[in-house]
């Protein structure tokens, strides 16, 4: 079993900063892509971020500029930078990472148990 665990989250001003953080546990044999989704009660959980095995990273256009996404392969975690933040930013932030686990084939799809950003006026 995988464990995802998110921190970060919290209530900031627009303009204003955050980094979220997302740590994975458990009997990992290798992590392939790595995210970041974002859900608010108007619209379905959508992409914000995602970082691939060869590093190489996508991001919605309404983020571009503004958020950078991480990885510490080491650490089995993976990191959204979040700057010159808007209130259309606001809503609850979920971690997912595409696992390979041990004396189990194929890779599965995890999540974290989200994290609330508010972004106020």
């Known amino acids: 079993q995988v464990q995802l665990v998110e921190s970060g989250g919290g209530l900031v001003e627009a303009g204003g900063s955050l980094r979220l953080s997302c740590a994975a546990s458990?009997?990992?044999?290798?992590?392939?892509?790595m995210g970041w989704y974002r859900q608010t009660p108007e619209k379905q959980r959508e992409l914000v971020a995602a970082?691939?095995?060869?590093?190489?990273?996508e991001y919605a256009d309404s983020v571009k500029d503004r958020f950078t996404i991480s990885r510490d392969n080491a650490a089995n975690s993976v990191y959204l930078q979040m700057n010159s933040l808007k209130v259309e930013d606001t809503g609850v932030y979920y971690c997912n990472m595409i696992v390979s686990v041990f004396r189990r084939p194929g890779v599965f799809s995890y999540w974290g148990q989200g994290t609330q950003v508010t972004v106020s006026s």
């Open positions: 970082i691939f095995s060869d590093s190489s990273t």
């Open positions: 458990g009997s990992i044999f290798d992590i392939k892509d």
